[in-house]
């Protein structure tokens, strides 16, 4: 038994399934974790003193790649000075300027502690500014756990969302209404049987939670036109497009504007923070200067916006950053789509920027009914060859591939040569 084994079995007895995080479990490639002692650069080392190249980055705070020497010395700095007051701090307002100068459209901001927290928030702001209760969500796309977003489309006729979980009443997912991915036809629809009552349409403007899908071409700017149409507010959850696909995120990579932004991962740099950000008028709701109610002890924790203050200010002051974590994208989506033409490989590679997936099936993904033709027992297969040979992806076929400024050519070289052998094995 490795010790990574050893550990999870013991795991098992004081965390539900050993993990923190259910993805982390590798129950959907049949294997169990690596326990991760130490990460640098592109690299990460388990317990066992394995190497791996890691395509995974914590799921994309780490977009200049693990134990960044700045970051570590912001946070070490600043946790010398106390991990924690409960009390405003000027490095609050440091970082909320500079995502409002990166940003387009986001003009105030409220820090949280979680991806999952932000969107919660989010939607509260909608609800409370629009006074109307129904939210339209994508099926596939995926904004965290909170009971409203624990909601999958109900049976033909019924618009209302029913429990994706247990523990989720259904009067707390009646209110979710569930839409098609790059199906504009399905929103206008769902526009039209709630006439007047939907306060927001929450999107990932690339869905990266179904594997990654990129937004059909005027998707997004019809969303932004159904929104103005029936007085509704568009919620981009950004959590992982934000600052990666571009310094402003999708918004300004697709140039489509959003009422509010959500935003987790990179802004922490690996710390635990969350963001809701946007329109002045709305923003302007939350307590204590409106009545929409949000607070968090740790919200705007000083040591985490250390980190994230200087992962911001490294990516702003390098755009060059983007060029070549984009180009490294492009650079794998191609090589792995020769290898898979040259061998027969049975997969569909997407992706934008440095965000990529490969899809095992060969057909188009447009949708999470699309991504789920997959075979996840080929992918699961192919994942733990992968991870044999020393390279770390998502374990699981309905993630993302993430790239950062520590990969390099080589690295996805290598990787592309060894999924050329699984697939001619
Ligand atoms: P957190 O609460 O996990 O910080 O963020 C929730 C969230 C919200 N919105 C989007 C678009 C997200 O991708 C996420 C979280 N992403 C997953 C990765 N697919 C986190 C990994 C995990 O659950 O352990």
New binding site residues.
Partial sequence: MTRSEQVFAEAQNYIPGGVN????AFQSVGSTPRMIARADGARMFDIDGREYVDFVGS??PMILGHNHPAVREAVVKAAANGLSFGAATEIEVEVAKLICSMVPNVEMIRMVN??????MSAIRAARGFTKRNRIIKFAG?????SDA?LVKAGSGVMTSGIPDSAGVPAACAADTLTAVYNDLASVEELFSQNKDEVAAVIV?PVA??MGVVEPAPGFLSGLRELCDKNGALLIF?????GFRLALGGAQEYYGVRADLV?F??IIGAGM?V?AYAGRRDVMSMISPKGSVYQAGTLSGNPVAMAAGLTQLTILKETPAVYEKVNSLGDTFRAEMRKMAAETGAPVTVTGVGSLSCVFFTPNPVKNYTDAKTSDTALFAKYFLHMLDKGFYF?PSQ???IFLSAAHTKEDLDAAVKTAREFFTA
């Fill in positions: 995080s259910p993805v982390r799921w994309g979680s991806g999952t927290e932000a969107v796309c995926y904004h965290g756990h977003m990932e990266a939670n959850d950004e959590v992982i497009t959500t987790g991962k635990p969350g998502a309905f993630e993302a």
